[in-house]
């Protein structure tokens, strides 16, 4: 037995309206309505009263906005399935269902980080071979002073000679040990700078 409902008499109000075939996505607490080409140009709250309408033209360019609530849908194509591609998201607005969030553009891989030991390690030893060199340097020239000194046959000029030729050479090695610690100093203000800027120790 089927029951019959009497719709007669009585005062009416409309209760609820409701747009078929219009898709529509909640995001917190507003709702945005899509209409057949997939454009989300209407905003409302919970209880239908309009927060925002919005005209956009087939490139996604805002051209009217009526309101203080925005969508973050603008629409350039609906495909088959009821898929949209949006700036941000893929949707299906009929079904109401996000299917993928897009961060933008694909983010390039991060650089290999620095190995920072390394190269302090590497600036060490090339400073060291450069001490090295320079000490090499100072003894040939050492010692062909002295050979040149000691050829000089008068006694008190060969002393002064000697002498003359240590003190060049003493500073001259003071010299290369200085420029050896600069460098040194050098390297390891590369390496605090590497280690703060997030390379390996």
Same mark, same amino acid.
């Given at each position: 037995?089927?029951?019959?409902?009497? %719709?007669?008499?009585?005062?009416?109000?409309?209760? &609820?309206?409701? %747009?078929?075939?219009?898709?529509?996505?909640?995001?917190?607490?507003?709702?945005?309505?899509?209409?057949v080409l997939g454009t989300a140009g209407v905003i409302t709250n919970a209880s239908g009263a309009v927060l925002s309408t919005n005209v956009y033209d087939a490139f996604g360019v805002s051209r009217y906005v009526s309101g203080n609530a925005q969508t973050?849908?603008?629409?350039?194509? &609906?495909?088959?399935?009821?898929?949209?591609?949006?700036?941000?998201?893929?949707?299906?607005?009929?079904?109401?269902?996000?299917?993928?969030?897009?961060?933008?553009?694909?983010?390039?891989?991060?650089?290999?980080?620095?190995n920072c030991q390394a190269e302090l390690n590497w600036c060490m030893t090339k400073a060291g071979a450069m001490l090295t060199a320079c000490l090499i340097v100072v003894g040939f020239a050492a010692t062909a002073c002295l050979a040149l000194c000691n050829a000089d046959p008068e006694p008190i000029t060969k002393m002064l000679c000697i002498r003359s030729c240590t003190i060049k050479s003493i500073l001259a090695g003071?010299?290369?040990? &200085?420029?050896?610690?600069?460098?040194?100093?050098?390297?390891?203000?590369?390496?605090?700078k590497c280690v703060r800027s997030g390379g390996q120790t």
């Open positions: 037995m089927e029951q019959q409902s009497d %719709l007669s008499g009585g005062n009416w109000v409309v209760s &609820a309206t409701y %747009l078929k075939g219009v898709g529509l996505v909640r995001r917190n607490n507003e709702f945005h309505h899509f209409d973050q849908w603008r629409w350039l194509q &609906a495909e088959e399935e009821g898929l949209v591609h949006g700036g941000s998201a893929d949707l299906m607005p009929g079904w109401g269902v996000v299917l993928q969030q897009r961060t933008g553009q694909p983010t390039p891989p991060a650089p290999p980080r620095r003071a010299a290369c040990i &200085a420029a050896y610690h600069i460098s040194a100093d050098n390297c390891k203000r590369d390496y605090d």
